[in-house]
């Protein structure tokens, strides 16, 4: 069942979701080579406990950390550890944030100096698929013209949108109706409705969309060991059209 937001309930989402918006802020402080995932996790959660939040993933299905940090071939749910960080890496950071009853989720993607060709463009192709996607976010349109553009945009650089995950309905539980796939045929699903929130995330492949998860039981990573990049927002559909949540104001 999709959960309709009262307008109050979508100002307290925006407060988990500016914490959330924050905690990249934490991030960008530190990422650099030789930074362990370890140390980014822990001053995520030393963030979200400041401002008056619980990190959201620990303990959610069992999962042993406070947020997740994936690393090249790695596509999500990578968990943080004595890995370091090194140069050329491209680094995606979820991470989700308890407050106030509300969830906020969200996801970016970045590349560490000196950079590569190939992974800035993996990058930046995804960055502006969940552009599009959060576009089609509009009263009246089908939940799957969302999944469609997303899908659309990237496949027309020649890359995949995985398959295996999705994005989701949230709000006072991370993950509620509907499921979002990011690949679809448009004009199907729900009708969106002002009130509905949304977690729209693509995981973006160079190669194939095929995945696999590791041994450890989390870390998924692509089957080819090609490069993954992974961005996402909690947005709630107004009558004025998407307003993003997980950002700092
Ligand atoms: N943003 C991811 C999601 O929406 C994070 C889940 S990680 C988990 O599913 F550890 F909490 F499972
Ligand atoms: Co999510």
């Not at 999500?76 to 979820?94: C, M, N």
Request: with cysteine; charged share 25%; proline share 6%.
């Amino acid at each position: 069942m999709i959960t309709i937001k009262k307008p109050e309930e979508i100002e307290l989402m925006a407060q988990a979701g500016r914490i959330v918006a924050g905690c990249f802020g934490e991030i960008e402080e530190i990422l650099k080579p030789g930074v362990t995932t370890r140390q980014l996790d822990a001053k995520v959660n030393d963030y979200i406990k400041a401002n008056g939040g619980i990190a959201a993933f620990k303990g959610y299905g069992g999962y042993p950390a406070n947020i997740c940090v994936s690393i090249n071939e790695e596509v999500v749910h990578g968990i943080p550890g004595e890995r370091e960080i090194s140069e050329a890496d491209l680094v995606s950071v979820d991470i989700g944030v308890l407050k106030n009853g509300y969830y906020g989720d969200s996801a970016r993607s970045y590349l560490l100096p000196p950079g590569d060709p190939e992974k800035e463009k993996l990058l930046e192709v995804t960055r502006k698929a969940l552009d599009k996607g959060i576009g089609m976010a509009r009263a009246g349109n089908r939940l799957s013209d969302i999944s469609f553009v997303i899908q659309d945009f990237v496949e027309s650089y020649g890359y995949s949108v995985v398959r295996e995950l999705v994005g989701h309905g949230i709000g006072k539980q991370m993950h509620e109706d509907p499921q979002i796939p990011n690949f679809g045929r448009p004009g199907n699903g729900p009708v969106l409705q002002p009130g509905m929130t949304l977690a729209i995330e693509p995981m973006v492949n160079i190669g194939t969309w095929k995945v696999e998860t590791l041994e450890d039981k989390w870390t998924i990573v692509t089957k080819d060991k090609q490069p993954s990049a992974h961005f996402e927002h909690t947005i709630a559909i107004t009558v004025n059209g998407p307003r993003i949540l997980t950002i700092g104001n």
